[in-house]
């Protein structure tokens, strides 16, 4: 079955720090890998997919990286601000053995970034 | 405006009533799914659903019920036989096949009392 990791649970950053989160799984099975925020009280945004035969995606200040035989994955956020404050998830694209296909979460990393 | 609306945001029942979360999307997406979060807790697939008149059970599908009737909307129902049923419910959806992302809403608070 797989598993999705996130460390830290937690992470309080002054401003201006670039910082790492970190993402693990353990099939390494996996189709793609997502990356999402979430703000309190609210659902999901997409921030970036990395397909599995890719190595790395970029938007903006955000950077992840996905290494697939070692079951890993890294968000990297630049020059953060206060804004970037929210609880970020990685999540893995798998096949189901029904049909169709789904994502397995992991518990999230919860950013503050202070002034 | 394309996206996915979920409703209402915040939902009380008394225990022993089934409720009904609503989940509509205007992207033209052929999959939806149903997942719950709780605290300290990934995200859990409740049910999934590939195509109009056809859906899956997910990982934790017991005391739940679901409808694909129309291609833009797919209902959860939460049943008395759900033991835990006070969550956040999240809808999803995305086109067939793995590699497209897949977009969520903004999310359904259930309080059970």
């Known amino acids: 079955k797989q598993e999705v990791t996130q460390i830290p649970a937690a992470l309080s950053v002054p401003e201006g720090e670039n910082l790492v989160l970190n993402c693990s799984f353990t099939?390494?099975?996996?189709?793609?890998l997502q990356w999402f925020r979430q703000d309190p009280g609210k659902g999901l945004t997409s921030l970036l997919l990395?397909?599995?035969?890719?190595r790395e995606q970029t938007s903006g200040r955000l950077n992840a990286s996905l290494d697939k035989s070692s079951g890993r994955s890294t968000l990297y956020i630049a020059a953060s601000q206060p804004g970037d404050s929210a609880t970020y998830l990685c999540?893995?694209?798998?096949?189901?053995?029904?049909?169709?296909?789904?994502?397995?979460f992991g518990t999230g990393t919860q950013l503050k970034v202070e002034l | 405006d394309g996206g996915i609306t979920q409703s209402p945001k915040y939902l009380f029942r008394k225990e022993g009533q089934n409720v009904t979360l609503s989940c509509e999307q205007n992207?033209?997406?052929?999959?939806m799914y149903w997942y719950r979060q709780d605290p300290g807790q990934g995200l859990r697939l409740i049910y999934y659903s590939q195509i109009v008149n056809d859906f899956q059970k997910g990982d934790i599908a017991e005391g739940y019920s679901v409808s694909r009737e129309k291609k833009e909307s797919f209902p959860l129902t939460v049943t008395s036989a759900q033991k835990n049923p006070t969550a956040f419910y999240l809808c999803?959806?995305?086109?067939?096949?793995?590699?497209?992302?897949?977009?969520f809403g903004n999310g359904t608070r259930l309080t059970v009392t």
């Open positions: 099939d390494s099975a996996i189709y793609n």
């Open positions: 990395i397909q599995s035969s890719q």
């Open positions: 999803a959806s995305g086109f067939r096949g793995v590699s497209s992302p897949l977009h």
């Open positions: 999540a893995v694209r798998e096949v189901l053995t029904g049909g169709g296909n789904k994502l397995t």
């Open positions: 992207l033209n997406h052929d999959a």
